[in-house]
């Protein structure tokens, strides 16, 4: 049933909900990020129909989620359920059709692959897309009247209403963001413009007095001295502009956008499949932590690309209280490791970034199944 297909019922009703609808898109609308809206619209939903639990489902393009908002679950279910849906069974279909699906019995649809282990027993859904033209945000998953009720056209008209507004506030969203990207990027070129005007050109004023001093003295050493201090100093300068760049790009970065522009620089070939599955937040460590992560999974990638043959590599990185864990696991070829005994440079780099931290890199490989890297870093070390 399309969403302009209001069920027969008290207009004062569909006005009433109209108005909660309204509300709760402009109060998603107002975000600050799009995760935040994201979260925002799977709680209104969840209030407006009255179900037991909320998911919203958005694919980050490689056949994976990069954002899964759920409501309804509790901190420790979610600890125990462990990562995101990787896109299977009926979530990944409907996620692929884009079509309405309401059942009555989810165990009863040949899609269904089940539940993992630890999740809660779920019985009716209604997935619901959210989409604005071609552009395709993600789906409502909604489980579980509260009533113990199945869904019904009024609950599928709601929220087909609902994820059409949800959709223009999510596009307002986006675009703030994008906003705020450029702005950044218009920050670093005025900063590579100081780097040039001032920092540049007082090591071409210093090179020209090593120049002069060269030419028209017969005995230098007693200038010398200074002026390498002046170098030195520059330099140093120099290194300082490009911490301070590096270390507040990390410090606004989540896990995953780390390892998002990881992959997007590294020009993936298309016939390698990446799947991602990591935190959407801001990490438990600080940022220079994070560049070590982000480096040693563009190492690890980079080796999977030139050397594995492989047709899919799994990036998963997750915490608990105690450690921080980065797995990149691929189907290549693998390799021996008693012949491979020599470690390479990029080897030895990924263990020494790792073990400035207090961590440690793991590296199991079988030739015919694949390679799997696995990155450890104590959290309480927060080097």
Avoid at 50 to 62: Q, S, T
Avoid at 159 to 185: C, D, F, I, K, M
Avoid at 327 to 340: A, H, K, L, Q
């Amino acid at each position: 049933m399309a969403s302009n297909q209001v069920p027969v019922k008290d207009v004062t009703v569909v006005l009433a909900n109209l108005r909660e609808i309204a509300e709760a898109v402009m109060q998603a609308a107002s975000a600050g990020t799009l995760e935040q809206a994201l979260q925002q619209i799977a709680e209104v939903t969840r209030e407006l129909v009255g179900v037991r639990y909320v998911a919203l489902g958005v694919p980050d393009g490689m056949g994976s989620l990069k954002y899964f908002k759920t409501v309804g679950l509790t901190p420790e279910e979610i600890a125990r359920i462990g990562n995101y849906p990787q896109g299977c069974g009926l979530l990944g279909t409907i996620m692929d059709n884009r079509e309405v699906v309401r059942l009555d019995n989810i165990a009863e649809d040949e899609r269904s692959a089940g539940f993992p282990p630890h999740h809660p027993v779920m019985t009716t859904l209604l997935g619901v897309p959210i989409q604005l033209g071609d552009q395709f945000f993600g789906i409502l998953y909604l489980c579980d009247r509260f009533d113990g009720q199945p869904f019904t056209e009024e609950d599928q008209w709601l929220v087909e209403t609902l994820a059409g507004y949800a959709a223009l506030a999510l596009a307002g969203v986006q675009l703030s963001e994008q906003h705020a990207r450029l702005v950044l990027l218009e920050e670093r070129e005025r900063v590579a413009r100081e780097l040039h005007d001032g920092i540049i050109q007082s090591l071409y004023a210093i090179g020209m007095q090593l120049q002069l001093i060269r030419l028209t003295q017969q005995h230098p050493d007693s200038n010398l001295p200074d002026i390498i201090h002046q170098l030195d100093q520059v330099i140093e300068d120099i290194r300082s502009y490009i911490m301070n760049l590096r270390t507040s790009t990390y410090e606004r970065q989540t896990v995953r956008q780390c390892l998002e522009d990881v992959i997007a620089r590294l020009h993936v070939p298309s016939a390698l499949k990446v799947h991602l599955d990591a935190p959407q937040r801001l990490p438990p460590f600080p940022a220079p932590v994070l560049e070590s992560v982000c480096q040693i999974a563009a190492e690890a990638l980079s080796n999977v690309i030139r050397h594995a043959g492989a047709s899919m590599v799994r990036v998963a990185a997750a915490e608990t209280d105690e450690v921080f864990r980065l797995v990149i696991e691929d189907n290549g070829r693998g390799f021996d490791p008693c012949e491979d005994c020599h470690e390479g440079m990029g080897l030895r780099n990924m263990r020494q970034r790792a073990r400035i931290h207090g961590g440690q890199v793991n590296i199991h490989s079988i030739e015919g199944v694949g390679t799997r890297v696995a990155v450890t870093i104590p959290l309480n070390s927060k080097k």
